[in-house]
């Protein structure tokens, strides 16, 4: 079961959705005209229901099969919102909003979704329901969180749950995947240190906020040096640092800001208490003091076994078995699917977008190329699971 021809037939027209949505980004849930289009689409392709506003902005679209005996419900989920960055590809569909653009795929992933949801709804070739779920917010937002409070697999009766993202380095029309932990838990730092402010002149009558938190900043390395088991993986980024307003006062206070990104429940623990015992004790070193604020955001993306050898299956059947990767190396990034795989079983899957700038790059774009390869993942996928 290769490339469907069909997908292939509509890969200019998706083509002409996925770049409408590259030239309009929009951030977290303010997805407004992004889900009416979802939503409008999904009602002229003659899905059973369409419920928009589902955690907030998200869109639902429900497909029945031709059967319906076997009960059987999947849910395949792509994420719609883009990025506060400002686009520099220089391309005639970039972004018309300043400030905001899609350079994480997530226009690719909708279009994708919309091009299988019309397949599915027009062959409705197998037995059961697919829920086609659009979500907002995945960049920071918790989007995905947000639809499964609002009931999302409850409401709808989804009892496995399946994910896509575009990776590039990749090649187009290959797939990536991996059993267990595939991408990171995503957690927030921010510090807070008060020294002691005063006249640049007179260093030795102030507490050098400056000077204090560029030693936490350069002590927190240690723990992934010192403290993570080698054999384990952890990062911890700074990547804010705020003091000061004049050239020629020491600053009272000083302010960080970054994240932690770990791949296991006992690293996670460890590197949240070793970045308090650090900072406040570097702080207190010299004279100053640290609060630290530690918010674990994302979970880890963990992928479920038996789902996994499923999904690796049907895209071997989409690309060929030597196309696809299924002992991936786990990334340290972060992705909020992972709250619906904390919720039902399920796998994320990775789709080759080729040889570009990398994602959260201000020259990054989407490969349209690998659009008749996801389209027949996700089409092929609905019809593996529920055989008519």
């Given amino acids: 079961m290769p490339i469907i021809n069909s997908a292939a037939a509509m890969q200019e027209e998706v083509t002409g959705w996925r770049r409408d949505l590259h030239e309009n980004p929009e951030v977290l849930y303010e997805v407004q ?35 319906a005996q076997s009960g059987r419900v999947i849910g395949l989920r792509a994420d719609m919102d883009a990025l506060p960055m400002t686009e520099s590809t220089g391309l005639p569909y970039a972004s018309k909003t300043p400030g905001r653009m899609h350079a994480c795929g997530h226009d690719g992933h909708t279009a994708m979704l919309l091009g299988a949801a019309r397949y599915l709804a027009e062959t409705r070739n197998f037995d059961g ?58 957690d927030a730092i921010v510090i807070d240190v008060v020294g002691k402010g005063g006249h640049a002149a007179r260093p030795h009558q102030c507490i050098d906020t400056v000077m204090v938190a560029s030693h936490i900043v350069t002590a927190l390395h240690s723990i992934v040096a010192r403290n993570v088991d080698p054999l ?78 499923f999904a690796a299956a049907v895209a071997a059947g989409v690309a060929g078995a030597d196309k696809v990767d299924t002992d991936t190396p786990p990334l340290m990034g972060g992705e909020d699917f992972s709250f619906m795989l904390e919720a039902r079983p399920g796998a994320f899957i ?12 201000p020259k990054y774009d989407f490969n349209d190329a690998a659009i008749p390869a996801g389209i027949s993942y996700w089409a092929r996928l609905v019809e593996t699971a529920m055989p008519a």
């Fill in 33 to 67: 005209r992004t889900a009416g289009l979802v939503a409008e689409r999904l009602r002229a392709f003659g899905c059973d229901e369409v419920v928009p506003g589902v955690g907030r902005t998200g869109v639902v679209g429900v497909i029945r099969g031709r059967r």
């Fill in 129 to 186: 329901t697919a829920v086609v779920i659009f979500q907002p917010a995945e960049e920071g937002g918790a989007g995905g969180k947000a639809m499964v409070d609002d009931g999302l697999m409850e409401r709808w009766g989804i009892q496995e749950v399946y994910g896509m993202h575009n990776m590039p380095g990749i090649p187009v029309g290959q797939f990536a995947i991996r059993k267990g932990p595939l991408l990171a838990a995503s």
């Fill in 350 to 361: 990775f789709i080759g977008n080729g040889d570009t700038a990398g994602v959260h790059n």
């Fill in 232 to 309: 384990k993986s952890a990062v911890i980024s700074i990547c804010k640092f705020h003091a000061g307003e004049a050239l020629n006062v020491i600053p009272e206070t000083a302010h960080l800001e970054g994240t932690a990104r770990t791949l296991d429940a006992a690293v996670r623990d460890l590197v949240e208490r070793r970045i308090g015992e650090v900072a406040e004790a570097t702080a207190r070193l010299h004279g100053a003091a640290a609060r630290v604020v530690y918010e674990r955001r994302y979970p880890v993306t963990c992928n479920h076994a038996r789902q996994t050898e």
